[in-house]
């Protein structure tokens, strides 16, 4: 069974510790309102800012011939993106003329996961309940196992050698007839597998150094011994499960790739196919420490730029207000197309920040008020009760407090908006206040009336008989 950790809080450390952290609310207020303002004015700022591009850019009809009337000006142009400069890995020998070469590199690691589960005990004390399971991943840095809390896995993690992430650029790369600046470069993402051609005596050092590792760790020619994992029923939320198969997708196409690759070369523990080399004795079924090297490369690509020309190359566009644009897109677009693609971009974010702001503002909120829930904690049923409601509460607090901040911010650039978003905060201020008061005053109402004597209730009177029927006079003629 998965190894589980149980910790017990007592009750005069929790409510300690919830004292605490109002402190840490208000900082975290502070710090979220000021990304709410900051967000608002990069956000009319970046909108102004692309409007003026928009109004201010001309095409740029040919930039494989220099235009000196375009000097100064802001262009969308098309053309290829190109190099002369060639690249290097020192570490393994291998090159390529490329706009940039990239290598990445990957570990199999033991991976502890954890997941915990708290309950209120009568009393006010917490007992948390951490449960740990391990799986073997491919990560992009080598993991401590020495810290895992099962000893089993502990010390079960090696690397048969270690490599660090590398990325070269070229300082030359042209567009048409001009060169395009740094920033622009690093925008190009035409990314294609690197055939490797690594040298065999290379390859045949490298083998012995991953050998001499392996033996070290596993010992001479055995099989690595690792712990019995115990049967788990383990249900993966669906964006956990899109990400497994997704990995899985890129290890299996990586496999595929160095099986049918043209370029292999094999040794016990290192093997070169494709734009991989591995290190482990077998690529398609991995062991603990195995290593995994990808090279890819930056090849030349139609793009798009646009940017203001300086002479030969460009530089970024300075708006009225200060803010600074420059893009390079893949492919042929026009410059509508690259103002409204930012436009877009710009309004997402703005919205990504916003509800980042507000989220903050009201975990901000729990954390000044949470100690009240804490100090009932003595009775559970009675703090889950008024927990529940502190937390309606602060989520209304906290988003009358994000509108207004956000209104207030919008104050300076868009009044009418401002107007409305005080308008609806101070609604949801009179439905709270008033309204809820109303509401309060109506149940207790109801609670007085259910409580008050009530009158002892009357029989209802007996029906009277009916009256006998009368007979009727005659009157007889003597």
């Not at 998965?2 to 975290?28: C, D, H, M, P, W």
């Not at 201020?429 to 309204?435: R, S």
Request: proline share 4%; with cysteine; aromatic share 10%.
């Amino acid at each position: 069974m998965a190894y589980q950790e149980v910790t017990t809080t007592g009750y005069g450390t929790r409510v300690g510790n919830s004292f605490k952290s109002i402190g840490s609310g208000f900082v975290l207020l502070i710090a979220a309102t000021a990304l709410l303002w900051w967000n608002e004015g990069r956000a009319v700022k970046t909108a102004k800012m692309l409007e003026e591009a928009g109004s201010a850019y001309v095409e740029m009809p040919n930039p494989d011939k220099k235009d000196a009337s375009l000097d100064g000006e802001l262009v969308c142009g098309t053309a290829m993106a190109t190099t002369e400069d060639s690249l290097s890995d020192a570490q393994f020998g291998i090159g390529a003329k490329a706009i940039a070469l990239k290598r990445r590199v990957e570990y199999y690691q033991w991976i502890e996961h954890s997941e915990s589960k708290s309950e209120d005990k009568l009393g006010g004390k917490e007992v948390t309940t951490t449960t740990y399971t391990y799986s073997k991943e491919w990560v992009s840095s080598p993991v401590e196992s020495g810290q895992f809390k099962d000893p089993a896995y502990q010390k079960l993690n090696t690397v048969l050698t270690t490599y660090e992430d590398q990325d070269q650029w070229a300082e030359n790369v042209t567009f048409g007839a001009y060169k395009l600046n740094e920033s622009l470069i690093h925008s190009i993402s035409s990314r294609e597998a690197m055939n490797l051609a690594i040298n065999e005596d290379l390859l045949a050092q490298l083998d012995k150094s991953a050998k001499t590792a392996y033996e070290r760790f596993y010992g001479v020619k055995q099989q690595p011994v690792q712990p019995a994992q115990p049967t788990q029923n383990v249900v993966l939320s669906d964006s956990a499960k899109a990400v497994a198969d997704s990995l899985q997708a890129v290890n299996d196409s990586i496999n595929k790739a160095m099986a049918n690759a043209e370029n292999k070369k094999d040794f016990e523990y290192v093997h070169q196919a494709g734009n991989v080399l591995y290190f482990g004795r077998v690529p398609g079924s991995p062991e603990v420490g195995d290593v995994r090297v990808t090279f890819e490369k930056i090849v030349p690509a139609k793009v798009t730029v646009m940017a203001v020309v300086d002479g030969d190359t460009f530089k970024a566009f300075k708006a009225k207000n200060g803010k600074r644009f420059q893009t390079l897109v893949m492919g042929k677009k026009t410059g509508d197309e690259i103002i409204e693609d930012a436009q877009d971009a710009n309004s997402t974010w703005t919205w990504i920040l916003r509800i980042v702001g507000i989220m903050l503002v009201i975990s901000a909120f729990k954390s000044i008020f949470g100690f009240l829930e804490t100090i009932l904690k003595v009775v559970p049923f009675i703090a889950n009760i008024f927990g529940f409601g502190v937390g309606i509460v602060c989520t209304i607090l906290g988003v009358v407090w994000s509108l207004i901040v956000i209104a207030l911010a919008w104050l300076f650039f868009r009044p009418i908006l401002a107007i409305c978003l005080i308008a609806i905060a101070g609604f949801l201020v009179w439905v709270f206040a008033f309204k809820g008061k109303d509401k309060l005053k109506e149940l207790a109402a109801k609670a007085s009336n259910k409580t008050a004597p009530q009158p002892a209730p009357v029989a209802p009177a007996a029906p009277a008989e009916p009256a006998a029927p009368v007979a009727p006079t005659e009157n007889t003629e003597a």
